[in-house]
């Protein structure tokens, strides 16, 4: 309860961590991102844009690498947030199941391994 009232991390310590973490996380560097994205975006049909599905493909990895509660009901509700109603939770948990679980996630790396 009392992490609620934590100050947040300035950007750039924000920044720095994101760099540490890219090469474990995307192996395939900036076009494993923009690669992911585009195909978010065709497995939804377009209801997002490739550069907005790699946004939140980036962002959601990194949450579902860092967070404390890693369950997947707390990242697909990340998701539908993110995506400001563009997304349902069905469309969500399909992102979640290809690219960001543990298991769906792999998929997406061995293609840039």
């Known amino acids: 309860m009392f992490g609620l009232f934590k100050p947040k991390p300035p950007a750039d310590v924000i920044k720095n961590e994101l760099q540490r973490l890219a090469p474990t996380l995307f192996p395939g560097g900036h076009q494993q991102i923009t690669d992911t994205g585009e195909a978010i975006s065709t497995l939804l049909n377009g209801k997002i844009p ?64």
């Open 50 to 113: 490739p550069e907005s599905a790699a946004k939140l493909f980036a962002s959601t990895k990194y949450l579902a690498h860092t967070a404390a509660d890693k369950s997947r009901e707390r990242i697909v509700a990340y998701m539908v947030r993110q995506a400001m109603g563009l997304l349902s939770e069905q469309d969500a948990g399909q992102v979640y199941d290809l690219y960001i679980s543990e298991d769906g996630g792999a998929a997406g790396i061995r293609m840039w391994l």
